[in-house]
């Protein structure tokens, strides 16, 4: 797997440094960069050993899981919010025999 990397600092005075792969397409070339950073190094194309099948499918499946799980959450607060909201109007609505 190959990609154009470089290195890029956060601010002006800061220490932190983090590698960004340049897109693929990208309008401004070696130009391009990131809001909040400035490029500090050349770019250079470098070739990544790709991860076996058998390494990166089950982290994967893994990212899927956690997905899911989170959908489900937002998921079943949403329809709790329905029900409390239901349950409020019926509560108004509903009256008490004498």
């Given at each position: 797997m190959k990609a154009?990397?470089?290195?890029?600092?956060?601010?002006?005075?800061?220490?932190?440094?983090?590698?960004?792969?340049?897109?693929?397409?990208?309008?401004?070339?070696?130009a391009w960069t990131i809001d909040g950073y400035t490029r500090i190094t050349e770019w250079v194309d470098v070739e990544?050993?790709?991860?076996p099948p058998e390494v990166t499918v089950p982290a994967q499946l893994a990212a899927l899981d956690r997905k899911a799980e989170e959908v489900k959450a937002e998921f079943t607060a949403k329809l709790r919010e329905i029900a409390d909201a239901r349950a409020s109007l019926?509560?108004?609505?509903?009256?008490?025999?004498?």
């Open positions: 154009r990397v470089a290195m890029f600092q956060r601010g002006v005075d800061s220490t932190w440094t983090t590698t960004w792969s340049q897109p693929q397409y990208t309008d401004e070339g070696d990544f050993p790709a991860l019926l509560a108004l609505t509903h009256e008490v025999a004498k």
